[in-house]
């Protein structure tokens, strides 16, 4: 009985890792990296690129997420007049993951080796939604000789307490565990998704193509996964450190949240760290988790205003 199970559960397992592989190279071929690799601390760093000529915008994603987030709805509202940089964090989308990378302060400096390498001797307007709101205020914080201004998009800013963790994060972020767990991915998270997109948009309605447009299918690669699962398990204790640094920073901060955010609680994040530092609250009554898709007219429009400060230039 013992050898029938074995083999049966080994079958299991190598059935798995086959149709994980077969999911990477069908997604890659639909997502392909369309960037430049930018080598950061010995490892690369996917960067998109819109618009030509003016100051420079750099976009970073939240969790679950990639640099494709901004690509359709935020980024061609600014190129226009803006040099808008989008980088996959360590882990996602194309972007290489590095022992250490659930750290914020080592996203932060993958985010700051973007930016010496492409816009050299500038500063410039950060942009950063969720997770990408909690890695822009690092690396405000950590290189201010970088970093202008920051628009924050429902940013996750401070340590939330107890509970907040989703089960498979829980599961996929261990060593071993995680490393099977996120085989089983590709057969079930497309699907899953795919139907409950809509809930971080909550009470509008996603956008039609948010999951292709967004690249979404990207995220069930295993480790990919594994690399959101182990960003979002540290990332409360990460925030309880780096949160009481915030009243260091000295420049502006224009925050948009919504009132109908169910994935964060904007009390917490948006409240405690008006607290500590001054912010331009825009408060959205009818908006969820992604307000850069329903009010991107209104984001475009402060990083507009960041980015064209004199002062900030």
């Known amino acids: 009985m013992l050898t029938v199970f074995v083999a049966t ?8 890792c086959v149709t994980s ?15 430049e690799l930018v080598s950061v601390n010995g490892s690369d760093v996917h960067v998109l690129r819109q618009g030509t000529s003016g100051p420079v915008v750099l976009m970073i994603h939240g969790a679950s997420a990639n640099a494709r987030e901004f690509t359709w709805t935020l ?14 964090r360590p882990g996602h989308g194309y972007s290489e993951r590095f022992d250490g990378a659930e750290q914020l302060g080592a996203q932060a400096r993958q985010m700051a080796g973007v930016l010496d390498a492409l816009a050299p001797g500038e500063k410039v307007t950060v942009v950063g939604h969720s997770f990408g709101g909690a890695v822009a205020l690092r690396l405000a914080l950590d290189r201010p000789d970088l970093v202008s201004g920051l628009v924050l998009l429902a940013p996750v800013t401070h340590d939330w307490g107890s509970g907040g963790t989703a089960w498979y994060n829980t599961l996929a972020a261990p060593p071993v565990l995680g490393t099977a767990f996120s085989q089983l991915l590709p057969l079930v998270g497309p699907t899953q998704v795919r139907g409950g ?11 039609e193509g948010y999951y292709e447009n967004s690249a979404i299918g990207l995220l069930f690669r295993p480790e990919n996964f594994r690399a959101n699962a182990r960003d979002v398990m540290a990332l409360q204790e990460e925030l309880g450190a780096q949160s009481a640094r915030y009243p260091e920073l000295e420049i502006p901060i224009i925050v948009f949240s919504g009132s109908q955010d169910t994935v964060i609680s904007p ?16 408060a959205l009554p009818d908006e969820g988790h992604m307000p850069h898709h329903g009010e991107g007219e209104a984001v475009a429009a402060a990083i507009r205003r960041l980015a064209l400060l004199p002062e900030t230039r």
């Open 9 to 16: 559960v080994s079958a299991l397992g190598l059935g798995a």
């Open 21 to 35: 592989m077969a999911y990477r190279s069908k997604v890659e071929r639909s997502y392909p990296a369309a960037g």
């Open 75 to 88: 980024a061609p509202r600014v190129e226009g007049d803006m040099r808008v940089l989008m980088a996959d």
């Open 197 to 207: 997109v809509g809930s971080v948009f909550k009470p509008v309605p996603a956008p």
């Open 267 to 282: 009390r917490l994040h948006v409240g405690e760290l008006k607290k500590q530092v001054p912010v331009e609250l825009v």
